[in-house]
Structure formats: structure tokens, C-alpha cells
């Protein structure tokens, strides 16, 4: 959560355009100010209010810290908004940008609406997000760490590439490749769809989850699945070491490396010529959903 922020003064009902109107702006509180096409009309500023504000221009919140976004819209061309700061509060916002949020830290997102939200949240530590909507959303969240998601819809490719310490609630994620090459994720209560789900993953573990797409969790190192229920997947964990309770049917399982498997009904088990450890996972069935 960002630090208690103390202004001094108060801009509203203004406007501004061209580069760098509000260079280095500090204790400041802004109410109903448009900001025009230019570029970082607010770079290295800290310590700074902004309510029902509108940015129209390139790169308007860089290298600043301590920040409270309320209520506020980022248009299309406010591309790349906030990059390289530091405690950041953003709520009741709309960010219609791409590439939204680069080395932020220290950042909270609160009933947020991001329609485009390609290549947004990379290489950010220390997230908090609640009731979030992303769309449009490829490649977000590539090498953030240390998350706390609850409540979040999610509609795009490649999510959460290499992140690491992530906790997921309440969530609903459409995302081809999501979760490749993470390490110390877990998640509760949610729906992911996609193909690919999990691949090279460590440490991800999945609870109360459906997962819905083919080829999922492959080549994943201490897998865990409580209580999950997987429709339409096949060719499943290839390669993987994991402890998975499956209280549905699954369509395949191909190679697991090591560890346990139970599930209601398996349609098959492929174990073929060339798998490196066969035998090594052992796979029943006749699980019962018992919630």
C-alpha cells in the first residue's frame, strides 16, 4: 500500500500539454486536470494526488514515488505511463494504453479496467491487485514477483511468463502459455483456459481450480493439484513430478516423470518407447468429489 501522502497545494479544473509541464512536481493534489499530448508531464515528481485526471500524451508518470491515482482515465496515447517508481496506489481507473506499468514496485491496483493491456506489469515487485480487468492482455506480468491477486478477469496470451512468488484468488484467466517458467506460484478458486498451462513451471500449485485446454502442465517440477477439475485437457503432464488430486474425468496423461496422480477416470495412459523414467508416477483412478 503506498505511504500516507501530504500535499500542499491543489491544482484542479486546469489544463496542460507540451513536455514536462509538472517537472518534478511534490505535494500536490490534482483534481480535474487534463493533460494534453506531450510527453512526462509529471516525471520525477513525488508525493502527489491525482483525482478524476485525464492523460492524453506519452509517458506521464515516470521515476516518481508516492503517488494515489483515483477515478482517472489514461487514453490510448498515454502509452508507457508509469515506469521505473515506487509506491503507487491506482483506483477506479481506466487504462485504455498498452505497456502500461514497467520496474514499478511497491504498487497496488484497486477496481481497475485495462481494455488493452498488451505487454502491461513487467519486471514489477511487490503487487497487490483486487477486482481487476485486463483484456488484450499478452505477455503480462513477465518477471514481476511477489503478487497478491484477488479477483481478476484475464483475456490474453503468455501471462505471467517467469514471474515468482504469486498468489492467485477468485480469478478467471483465458491465457494461452500462462504460467511458463514460474517458480512458488499458487492458486485458489479459479478458471484457467488455455493450451500449454504451466510448462517448465516450479513449485505451482493449484487449488480448487478448473483447467480447461491441451497439453497442460508438462515438463513442471513439485506440481500440486488439490480438488481440481480438469475438462477438455489432454496429453497432460508430460514430463512433470507432481501430487494431483483430479475430481474429474481427464482425456490423457502422457509421461509423467514421477510423484502420484488421482483422478475420477483416465481415457489414457501414454507411456511410450522413449519416456525417461517409466513407471516412476504412480497414476489411479475412482476419485470422488466430495465437496
Not at 509517458?59 to 498515454?78: C, N, Q
Not at 477439475?229 to 494431483?244: G, P, V
Not at 488430486?245 to 475420477?264: E, F, L, M, V
Request: hydrophobic share 35%.
Amino acid at each position: 500500500m503506498t505511504s500516507t501522502i501530504h500535499t500542499k497545494t491543489r491544482l484542479s479544473d486546469r489544463f496542460f500539454e507540451g513536455e514536462r509541464p509538472l517537472y518534478a512536481l511534490g505535494e500536490t493534489e490534482l483534481d480535474n486536470v487534463r493533460f494534453y499530448p506531450g510527453e512526462s508531464p509529471l516525471k520525477h515528481s513525488h508525493d502527489v494526488v491525482i483525482r478524476n485526471c485525464e492523460f492524453m500524451g506519452k509517458y506521464p508518470v515516470w521515476h516518481s514515488d508516492r503517488v494515489l491515482i483515483e477515478d482517472s482515465l489514461f487514453t490510448v496515447y498515454a502509452r508507457a505511463a508509469i515506469w521505473y517508481s515506487r509506491d503507487l496506489t491506482m483506483r477506479n481507473c481506466t487504462v485504455e494504453a498498452p505497456k502500461m506499468f514497467r520496474r514499478v514496485s511497491n504498487l497496488t491496483i484497486e477496481n481497475c479496467r485495462f481494455p488493452n493491456a498488451g505487454e502491461t506489469l513487467w519486471t514489477c515487485d511487490h503487487l497487490t491487485l483486487r477486482d481487476v480487468d485486463l483484456k488484450g492482455a499478452d505477455y503480462v506480468f513477465m518477471n514481476c514477483s511477489d503478487i497478491e491477486i484477488d479477483g481478476m478477469k484475464l483475456e490474453g496470451n503468455y501471462s505471467f511468463q517467469d514471474a515468482k512468488n504469486v498468489t492467485i484468488r477468485n480469478a478467471n484467466l483465458a491465457s494461452k502459455d500462462a504460467f511458463w517458467g514460474t517458480e512458488n506460484v499458487t492458486v485458489y478458486d479459479s478458471v484457467i483456459e488455455g493450451e500449454y498451462l504451466g510448462w517448465h513451471s516450479k513449485n505451482l500449485r493449484l487449488v480448487n481450480c478448473t483447467i480447461r485446454g491441451e497439453q497442460p502442465l508438462c515438463y513442471a517440477t513439485d506440481l500440486v493439484m488439490e480438488n481440481c477439475r480438469m475438462e477438455d485437457t489432454d496429453l497432460c503432464f508430460e514430463y512433470a513430478t507432481l501430487e494431483a488430486d483430479i475430481i474429474s474425468d481427464i482425456i490423457s496423461i502422457k509421461n509423467p516423470t514421477s510423484g502420484r496422480i488421482r483422478a475420477r477416470s483416465i481415457g489414457e495412459i501414454i507411456i511410450d518407447e522413449h519416456c525417461i523414467t517409466p513407471g516412476a508416477c504412480v497414476i489411479e483412478t475412482g476419485l470422488q468429489d466430495v465437496a
